[in-house]
């Protein structure tokens, strides 16, 4: 078998680089109302910020493995589209507002989120590698959101 082309692996340092953006978008428009609120998460400004910086360094770790290990480096972005439909998108469409973050959202993550699986596929990454890189990248997403709800003691 022959190893995965390289061609779309630029996609993984976009969709690291829209972390840094979604982060400020959210931290900006009142993320921290939005989310006690909304998803029953409250955090203090400090625990965002250092989750965020988190997030951004582990993508761009797992940016650089890119179709080297691409089970790994898919996470993010998989962890990324499902952060935009679920947690932005979705309650978008129910709360009839926009939520902070939605337009990174839509802007950046489901496109780039999205064409990082699709290029996987083209450039020859083999499906149980995107398969494993998306169940990863959705439990972890899920996980994280559930978890900080768990811990946080907001009202909900």
Do not use: C
Not at 47 to 66: E, S
Not at 116 to 145: F, H, N
Request: hydrophobic share 60%; aromatic share 8%.
């Amino acid at each position: 078998m022959d190893p995965p082309r390289r061609g779309h692996e630029w996609t993984l340092w976009v969709v690291a680089g829209a972390t840094v953006l979604h982060a400020a978008e959210e931290y900006l428009t009142g993320w921290e109302v939005w989310a006690r609120d909304t998803l029953g998460i409250a955090m203090a400004s400090g625990a965002f910020l250092a989750i965020n910086a988190v997030l951004v360094l582990a993508a761009l770790r797992l940016a650089a493995l890119g179709w080297r290990r691409p089970a790994l480096a898919l996470v993010i972005p998989s962890a990324t589209l499902v952060n935009a439909l679920v947690f932005h998108i979705l309650p978008t469409m129910v709360q009839g507002r926009a939520s902070p973050g939605v337009y990174s959202a839509v802007l950046l993550y489901l496109p780039f989120s999205s064409w990082a699986l699709v290029g996987a596929a083209r450039d020859g990454v083999p499906y149980k590698a995107i398969a494993a890189g998306v169940a990863a990248g959705t439990i972890m997403m899920l996980a994280v959101v559930l978890g900080a709800r768990a811990v946080s003691g907001a009202p909900g």
